[in-house]
């Protein structure tokens, strides 16, 4: 079912100025349209309905004020000048006071975020300056909007490349982050490869979260297997493609509620979808974002919701880069290197990656004053499933367990096993 709050009057006038501005763009009214989960018809017969709202407020407000005025004006004496804006319909109706009018622009701001656009830190000064002077009297809020409308900090990323870019984050999940991390205690996961993940393997990171106490959560790739569209030959005797997806998509909703919050990085399974809709020649807007794949309903008419937002707190990036509480920088990738010293070395700072399943090793480099570590963090796959059957004949075995780092100090998480191969409920 829809989430009706999205839909409030509130939410609408926070995208309104967006859509003024942008509505004949096709692509950004529709991702506005996604973004509130609704199609874009709705959003065209909703905005309209809220259009002919603040008509008849403005209508309201000049009929009272001109009636206030003939009360308040003798007879025989000449009416006031009309104060300045005095029949304008006041956008602090919605926001009265001078803090919610600049959160109204700064959501307004994240709002333009969300449907592909830039924002300027000038911008946002702006707009708390010019509240200040709403506060004081001399501008009125409408004079704000106006001004932001009118100004050139709103434009649309320039070039074809960077239009293409952008096309591709939308398409992969990527989203911009507003949350402030806490990089105490970060877990790291690498390789679940659901649905063939380890049996044991949800069940071990919520143990892992309740001794640990996590404050940050990340991924290094490869959530998901898609073994039926490998490039490679998949198994006959496992899931078709549409069934592995929806069991993927199970399993990735339950780590969802672990972890509501998870960062993760691009990989070779991750991308999947992308590299086979690239190689049989599929244009990007044909294709479901990744997120809407992993978390989407698709409805009977066709289109595709996250329930109660759900996924919203999951981000996907190239690689994620981490300022520990010791000041240095952690770089999480899927897989840099087999040889993870000279990742660090070449890198030049702390690393982080997965997609090697036999390697599970933390490497220290000593650099220019400071010590920088590496980890290579296993993985969390069922190593007895037909997806890994290429993997049977090597003498190295994947090594089940994941990673983390403490205050700034690399630690390995293995899972301790017991000979069928299934966790023993011992947390290390």
């Known amino acids: 079912m829809k989430d009706k709050r999205i839909l409030t009057d509130d939410r609408l006038h926070e995208c309104k100025l967006v859509w003024d501005r942008y509505k004949n763009d096709e692509v950004s009214t529709r991702k506005l349209a996604d973004e509130l989960n609704v199609s874009h018809s709705t959003v065209q017969r909703r905005f309209q309905a809220y259009e002919d709202h603040l008509d008849a407020l403005r209508e309201q407000q000049a009929a009272q004020k001109e009636a206030e005025r003939q009360v308040a004006t003798p007879a025989g004496k000449a009416a006031p000048a009309k104060p300045k804006h005095n029949g304008d319909y006041q956008y602090s109706s919605f926001k009265p006071d001078v803090q919610n009018v600049i959160d109204g622009i700064l959501d307004e701001q994240l709002a333009m975020r969300e449907i592909g656009l830039t924002t300027d830190i000038k911008l946002v000064m702006k707009a708390i300056r010019m509240a200040e002077k709403i506060g004081k009297g001399e501008y009125t809020t409408a004079e704000i909007v106006e001004a932001l409308l009118s100004d050139d ?103 969802e509620k672990l972890f509501p919050n998870l960062d993760l990085a691009y990989s070779n399974h991750g991308s999947m979808t992308w590299r086979k809709a690239k190689h049989g020649g599929f244009p990007r807007h044909l294709i479901l974002s990744y997120r809407n794949s992993v978390f989407g309903e698709r409805l009977r008419n066709g289109d595709v919701i996250r329930p109660q937002g759900r996924g919203d707190g999951w981000t996907w990036y190239p690689q994620i880069d981490i300022r520990l509480p010791n000041g240095q920088i952690l770089t999480a990738v899927h897989g840099y290197s087999t040889n993870i010293r000279l990742a660090v070395q070449k890198s030049g700072q702390n690393v982080v990656q997965g997609h090697y399943h036999t390697k599970f090793e933390i490497a220290y480099c000593q650099g220019y004053g400071q010590n920088r570590f590496g980890i290579t963090g296993g993985c969390l796959i069922d190593d007895r499933s037909l997806a890994f059957e290429y993997n049977k004949l090597q003498p190295e075995r994947p090594f089940i367990g994941c990673s983390g780092v403490l205050d700034s100090i690399p630690v390995l998480f293995p899972m301790p096993l017991d000979s069928n191969g299934r966790w023993t409920g011992q947390v290390p």
């Open 153 to 255: 900090c709103g434009k649309r990323n320039s070039g074809e490349q960077k239009l293409k870019d952008a096309s591709r984050r939308e398409f992969e999940g990527y989203t911009e982050r507003r949350r402030e991390e806490d990089n105490r205690r970060i877990l790291i996961i690498s390789d679940l490869h659901a649905p063939y993940q380890h049996p044991d393997a949800l069940a071990f990171l919520k143990a892992l979260q309740g001794k640990y106490l996590f404050t940050r959560h990340i991924c290094t790739g490869d959530e998901l297997d898609f073994h039926a569209m490998s490039f490679h030959d998949s198994d006959p005797d496992l899931d078709s493609a549409g069934l592995e997806l929806e069991k993927g998509r199970r399993v990735m909703w339950e780590l």
